[in-house]
């Protein structure tokens, strides 16, 4: 007769032995009774084997794992900003000091450049995606992707330059034709506050050309790193003032292009 096998099985982890049973010097009735596995052929014993095995499945924990991954950038709030205005205003600039946190003092011209950055703001962490777009004049066409999947608009112009604070309304414009909207969560920025002397806006013009198209407003340096973290803030709380609850993308807007 074959040598019978009693299962042991570990609850804590999902192991299984295979111990012979203990050898006696003498042996009385009870030897002749058999074990239940013994009677149960070799290659089938393996096949439970096997389904004991895979009741202890490891998959769900990687799976939980993932599915938390999920939930926090799910909890995560993503926001893509397009910052918008004439040339050499300073757009690139303002983006950088806010982003690195060094101010950039030669121009060069931007052709775009999209940075990302988290921000908290009233205990909410946004994934921010900006977009640094290239110089806009009256004649620019708005490209799509500076419209549609943008959250937010960040408008710029320079207080030493009255031509680039006459563009805004034209930009604002733009984007709400092009969106077929009648409003923008939207930042108009007065740059440049620290060149006071060579001023060409007012402040008062910049309040209240953001009053009539509903705006914030605020004035800016980045040489100075003055309330460069502010116009972000306030993009983001007018973001909010026209997001739907749970909503991290903007709703579908039927745009066309001319």
Known sequence: MGTNYAVITNKLVPTVFLVPPAQTATSGPLDSLQSPLSLIPASSLFILFALYLSSFSFFPLRTSTSSFGSRMSAALKKRKIAVLGSRSVGKSS????????????????????????????????????????????????????????????????SITSRNSFNMIQIVHDKIIDFCGVSKIPCVIVGSKCDLSMSRQVDSTDGERLAKENDCAWIETSAKTNHNVGKVFELCLQEIEKLTAPNQTEPPAKSCTIQ
Do not use: M, R, W
Request: aromatic letters at 18%; one cysteine or more; proline letters at 3%.
């Open 94 to 157: 303002l983006v950088k000091q806010f982003i690195e946190n060094h101010f950039v003092d030669s121009y060069y011209p931007t052709i775009e450049s999209t940075f990302a950055k988290s921000v908290v703001y009233k205990g909410v962490e946004y994934d921010c995606h900006i977009i640094d777009t290239a110089g806009q004049d009256e004649y620019s066409p708005i490209n799509s992707q500076y419209a549609i999947g943008i959250h937010g608009y960040v408008l710029v112009y």
